[in-house]
């Protein structure tokens, strides 16, 4: 099922730890808190008639439950899946259901260039797009993705 940014807002989707962001590991992640993340997206999807919807969770099952729900009520998921990317297998088989909906994911850090085992993302394997190491502005480069890819299905 497919929405339009007027009727339908973007999911972004955050994993865990996440919440703990501006506090956690700063020379990694940054000193920007979760609530900014949201506010520089909900800025961003505005520039274009959209609006965010944004959630975070420690939980793999939460997680899932929203990613069903937004198959029936979002135009799009921006997900930052952080750990969950490289073990959940769980997380793509939800957003493989996503038929039709754009799904960026995101991540803060170049997971590319830190431990070995955080060069896989299962996520990736249904992403439309990966944005790794733009610091929280990846986050705004994703929004700007699911509006184009929103629009272009819409022509």
Known sequence: MSHTLETAPIMILNGPNLNLLGRR?????????????EALCERTARTHGATCDARQSNHEGRLIDWIHEARESHAGIVI???????????????????????????????????EEFRHHSY???RADG?????????????VERVVALVKAAGE
């Open 130 to 142: 990966v944005i790794a190491g733009c610091g929280v502005q990846g986050y705004a480069f994703a």
């Open 80 to 114: 930052n899946p952080a750990a969950y990317s490289h073990t959940s297998v769980a997380l793509l088989d939800a957003l493989n259901v996503c038929d039709g909906m754009p799904v960026i994911e995101v991540h803060i850090s170049n997971i590319h260039q830190r």
């Open 25 to 37: 590991q700063p020379e990694i992640y940054g000193t920007d808190t979760l609530a900014d993340i």
């Open 123 to 125: 996520v990736s394997h």
